[in-house]
């Protein structure tokens, strides 16, 4: 029996990656947390690191993916704007058109077991 196979998206914008499964993971995990840090933690991700990746994300977009409210004594936290959720539903269905097209799962049936 073969291996399921599967798809990674990357929207490549010049030589980076303006929305692939990494960034998505980091919008669902800053939904779910409410807080870039927090979501980083959940990948290894130190919070500079988590910073420059939604920084990257806003910046590449028409407006902000992430909003961020600085710490303090009521606290500080991340949301996920509107159009970060517009992005991220907009990714996750062109993920979903992908894999049932009649192309990919030709392509699939052509494919060996995984080597590894």
Same mark, same amino acid.
């Given at each position: 029996? $073969?291996?399921?196979?599967?798809?990674?998206?990357?929207?490549?914008?010049?030589?980076?990656?303006?929305? &692939?499964?990494? $960034?998505?993971?980091?919008? %669902?995990?800053?939904? /779910?947390?409410?807080?870039?840090?927090?979501?980083?933690?959940?990948?290894?991700?130190?919070?500079?690191?988590?910073?420059?990746?939604? /920084?990257?994300?806003?910046?590449?977009? /028409?407006?902000?993916?992430?909003?961020?409210? %600085?710490?303090?004594?009521? &606290?500080? &936290?991340?949301?996920?704007?509107?159009?970060? /959720?517009?992005?991220?539903?907009?990714?996750?269905?062109?993920?979903?058109?992908?894999?049932?097209?009649?192309?990919?799962?030709?392509?699939?049936?052509?494919?060996?077991?995984?080597?590894?």
């Amino acid at each position: 029996m $073969k291996d399921k196979v599967s798809c990674q998206l990357r929207i490549m914008v010049g030589k980076g990656i303006g929305m &692939g499964p990494g $960034k998505a993971a980091m919008l %669902r995990a800053i939904q /779910e947390t409410r807080s870039i840090n927090s979501a980083g933690k959940k990948f290894g991700m130190s919070y500079r690191r988590a910073w420059l990746l939604v /920084e990257e994300m806003n910046n590449l977009f /028409e407006g902000p993916l992430v909003i961020a409210r %600085r710490g303090g004594s009521g &606290g500080g &936290g991340a949301e996920v704007t509107r159009l970060g /959720e517009r992005v991220l539903k907009t990714y996750v269905d062109l993920e979903r058109l992908v894999v049932s097209a009649p192309e990919f799962r030709a392509l699939s049936r052509m494919l060996q077991r995984d080597p590894g």
